[in-house]
C-alpha cells in the first residue's frame, strides 16, 4: 500500500533515526551484564562471609564477657556481703563495752566484809548479787555506798541507764548477820 503525506514538509512528522550501532555491541552487551551481575554477587557473597566471620567473632567475645560478667556479680554480692559485714563489726566496735575497766571499777568500790557472789551480764542488763557482813550495822548504808559510787564513776556508768538495788534479804550465820542483796544494770 502506497501512502501518500500531502503535508507540506515541515509540518510533518520527522521519524527518529537511530544510530546504527555495530552488531558487535549487541553480542557483548549482554555478556557486559551478566559480567557485572557475577561481579556484584561475588562481592556480596565475600561481604557475606566477612560479616558472618565477624558476628561469630563477635559471639564468642560476647560468651567470654558474659562468664567475666557472671563472675563480677557474684564478686559484687559477695563484696555486699563483706560490706554488710564490716559494718556490723564496726558498729558493734564502737558500741563495745569495755568490761574489763568496769570490773576493775567495781572492785575499787568494794570495801571490808563486802563481797560479790555473782555477775551476769546479756543484752540489756548487768546483775551484781553479792553480800555484805557489818559489825556496826552498817549493811544498808554501805550497800547505798557502793551503789552511789558507780552511779557517781563516769567510766562505769557511761554505758548504764540505771543501777537499782532490786532486792535485799537479812540472814544470820551463826550469830553474825548477813545481809544479801541484788543490784541491776540496764544497758543503754
Known amino acids: 500500500m502506497i501512502e501518500i503525506n500531502l503535508l507540506p514538509a515541515q509540518l510533518r512528522k520527522k521519524k527518529r533515526i537511530l544510530p546504527k550501532l555495530p552488531s558487535k555491541v549487541f553480542?557483548?552487551?549482554p555478556s557486559f551484564i551478566i559480567g557485572v551481575l557475577i561481579v556484584l554477587h561475588?562481592?556480596?557473597?565475600?561481604?557475606?562471609?566477612?560479616l558472618k566471620n565477624q558476628v561469630s567473632s563477635l559471639d564468642k567475645q560476647l560468651q567470654a564477657?558474659?562468664?567475666?560478667?557472671?563472675?563480677?556479680?557474684s564478686i559484687k554480692t559477695q563484696l555486699g556481703l563483706m560490706e554488710g559485714k564490716l559494718g556490723n563489726i564496726s558498729q558493734l566496735s564502737e558500741s563495745r563495752i569495755l568490761w574489763a575497766a568496769k570490773l576493775n571499777k567495781i572492785s575499787d568500790n568494794v570495801s571490808l566484809g563486802?563481797?560479790?557472789t555473782r555477775l551476769s551480764i546479756n543484752e540489756k542488763t548487768l546483775t551484781l548479787e553479792g553480800s555484805i557482813v557489818s559489825l556496826k550495822a552498817e549493811e544498808m548504808t554501805l550497800i547505798?555506798?557502793?551503789?552511789?559510787?558507780?552511779?557517781?564513776?563516769a567510766v562505769f556508768f557511761a554505758n548504764f541507764n540505771d543501777l537499782e538495788l532490786?532486792?535485799?534479804q537479812r540472814r544470820f550465820i551463826k550469830a553474825i548477820e548477813v545481809v544479801d542483796f541484788i543490784i541491776i544494770g540496764t544497758l543503754k
Open 114 to 116: 563486802f563481797w560479790l
Open 65 to 73: 564477657i558474659s562468664g567475666q560478667k557472671k563472675e563480677a556479680d
Open 27 to 29: 553480542l557483548l552487551l
Open 166 to 168: 532490786k532486792s535485799i
Open 42 to 50: 561475588i562481592i556480596f557473597l565475600v561481604g557475606g562471609i566477612l
Open 144 to 153: 547505798n555506798k557502793f551503789l552511789q559510787d558507780l552511779k557517781k564513776d
